[in-house]
């Protein structure tokens, strides 16, 4: 099955480079699977109540036929299911894409290429607005602050061990802890062409782990460190009052629990207006944004930590290097922040052109004044860096050119020194053939008549050149023009 939709997704790609990082994830060594989870959520007539079905790749092509079903316990009919897969796997995605026809842009858009080059496109910068509103999917990628509290300083650019490996960048110390920040992605499909049920793919990731590969410079290495969220529960402020759903999940669990509990308690409503790209992104989209919201705190302190140097800065080689470190870690954040807008913008877009469809629903409304609040935050704290960042380099600039300065004044002492004792030692070097001119000698009197003249006159030498430079100047800035 999978070398069928390789072969499907190779021919594509002729024509779509934005598929060459999913035919490079599909044509991968094979790799165990680590930790995939596939849920199927069944919905039956009569809104009576939803079972959970935990599935394996090799049961996916009968699970998802098009067939209604009788649910034994309850003799109700299935109409429809919400397939949530956790950690996607390359053998699930081509049993998935070879059984439901699935559009390879799906997967090529939760699949992300941690360092991306110039043989790829990323299908979120690729994709204009007026394509993606014919689409039957959506991707919502996001950011997890978290807090390493054993991480070595040489491990800052991390991967996950997970099937799609997503990147973590861990920023330099902030108050005294590490804080990182990881990759996440959440996309939500309606399958087409279905006549007798409807159904919903969801591909999430799995919760944080442990173990990670480092690059220290060109060296991977696998380490294995905890982490923990930057912060515990939801602010007040997120908890809609007017979606008791949501508020009765635990913060402590993960995304694809989350998910099912919120389905699980709207099984009514899906049982009596069915399902569409609207109803399945709107609980995803409404989890995330406590993420963006963190996201935000975190770019709201680094550039509290980043805007202005200490006060106590000299230019010593340690303070020069941890000023060159605080640049390094302020210049990323404007790309950082510009492609986190990107992301969300593609969000307020989504979610614009499904609250125009229903104009009653006040929970769309919240959901996109929401999202355009957190757009404008984060674009606004993007320029507030580029600013900042501004501002350290030219300190740093500065702290160089002192350095140099006093280099050179220290380099000009000894070469003074230098023309001092080398026409010395010269004279003395010659009067020292005869005892006559040694110390104490009857005629030592003539070494400092011979030595005091050269002496001089290496230093006029030596000086010449500056001193028609700054007598040049004189001359011309004293000219009268016109």
């Given amino acids: 099955m999978i070398s069928s939709y390789k072969a499907l997704i190779e021919a594509k790609c002729q024509s779509n480079p934005a598929l060459l990082n999913l035919q490079a994830f599909l044509s991968a060594s094979a790799i165990s699977p680590h930790g995939e989870q596939i849920i199927s959520l069944n919905f039956f007539s009569s809104g009576q109540g939803t079972t959970r079905t935990k599935l394996t790749t090799s049961q996916i092509s009968k699970e998802v036929h098009d067939n209604p079903q009788l649910n034994n ?44 080059n110039l043989d790829s496109l990323s299908p979120k910068f690729c994709e204009l ?26 491990d800052y650019k991390l991967l996950r061990l997970l099937n799609i490996r997503r990147k973590v960048i861990v920023l330099p110390p902030i108050q005294g802890r590490r804080i990182g920040l990881a990759q996440h992605c959440c996309s939500v499909m309606i399958v087409p062409g279905r006549k007798n049920t409807w159904l919903g793919l969801v591909l999430v ?49 993960s995304l694809l629990e989350k998910l099912l509990e919120s389905w699980e308690s709207s099984a009514q ?15 995803p989209l409404r989890l995330i944004t406590t993420e963006w919201v963190n996201y935000i705190e975190v770019v709201r302190v680094s550039l509290r930590n ?27 954040w404007p790309r950082r922040v510009a492609s986190s807008t990107v992301s969300l913008r593609r969000s ?36 507030q860096l580029q600013t900042s960042v501004l501002s350290v380099t030219m ?61 001089i006159t290496v230093f006029i030498l030596a000086r010449s050149s500056q ?16």
């Fill in 348 to 383: 307020v877009l989504f979610i614009k052109k499904h609250s125009r469809l229903d104009d009653n629903s006040t929970s769309w409304e919240a959901l996109r004044d929401d999202y355009e609040y957190i757009t404008a935050s984060l674009v606004q704290h993007g320029e």
């Fill in 306 to 332: 980043n805007s202005s140097p200490p006060s106590n800065t000299t230019t010593s080689p340690e303070d020069l290097e941890r000023i060159k470190s605080a640049v390094t870690s302020a210049s990323s």
């Fill in 395 to 455: 300190f740093l600039q500065l702290l160089e050119s002192r350095r140099v300065s006093s280099e050179t004044k220290h380099v000009s002492r000894l070469t003074a020194l230098a023309l001092t004792f080398v026409p010395l030692s010269f004279v003395s070097s010659l009067f020292s053939m005869n005892e006559v001119f040694s110390p104490g000698g009857p005629l030592f009197w003539v070494y400092f008549v011979v030595a005091t003249p050269l002496l």
């Fill in 205 to 253: 990731d799995s919760p944080m782990q442990d173990n990670y590969i480092s690059f220290r410079g060109k060296q991977e290495m696998y380490i294995k460190t905890p982490c923990t969220p930057l912060f515990h529960g939801t602010p007040e402020g997120l908890q809609m009052s007017c979606i008791p759903n949501l508020n009765n999940i635990s913060q402590d669990k």
């Fill in 73 to 116: 316990a309850t003799s109700h009919k299935k109409i429809g299911q919400i397939l949530v897969i956790e950690n996607i796997s390359k053998e699930t995605m081509a049993e998935l894409g070879s059984c439901l026809d699935i559009d390879p842009m799906f997967f090529a858009s939760h699949i992300h290429s941690a360092w991306r």
């Fill in 269 to 283: 409503d899906f049982s009596q207006n069915g399902l569409n790209l609207k109803t399945l992104s709107y609980y």
């Fill in 129 to 154: 607005p007026s394509q993606t509103k014919a689409q039957n999917f959506a991707t919502f990628p996001y950011h997890r602050s978290l807090v390493f509290p054993d991480i070595d300083l040489e």
């Fill in 467 to 482: 001193w028609g430079s700054v007598f040049i100047y004189n001359r011309v800035k004293g000219f009268p023009s016109g």
